[in-house]
């Protein structure tokens, strides 16, 4: 129960951390560009609620096959939105 736990405020943090960024990015942002980080802002927090039920909710049986797919499917989602975070940036201000 307590790997659960840890597994989630791993998540947590992570996803907060990540929204941080994204948040400052949109601080940094042309008006134009702000649409496209509200979205990466609802496919953070889609990736996050979706990450929680499915630990809440483990299948029986492949144990290790089930946490070793969910933690690639979150190393996935966060990749991805740190590309589309990188593509919206504003290079003349980095």
């Known amino acids: 129960m307590a790997k659960r ?41 889609d990736l996050h609620n979706d990450m929680v039920s499915r630990i809440s909710h483990t299948e029986p049986g492949n144990v290790k096959g089930f946490y070793k797919k969910l933690k690639s499917d979150f190393s996935e989602g966060i990749n991805a939105i740190l590309t589309q975070t990188d593509e919206l940036a504003d290079k003349e201000q980095a």
């Open 5 to 45: 736990r840890n597994l989630k405020k791993f998540i947590k943090y992570t996803s907060g951390s990540i929204t941080g960024f994204i948040l400052w990015e949109i601080s940094r942002a042309k008006e134009e560009k702000r649409p496209a980080y509200d979205q990466l802002l609802a496919n953070i927090i």
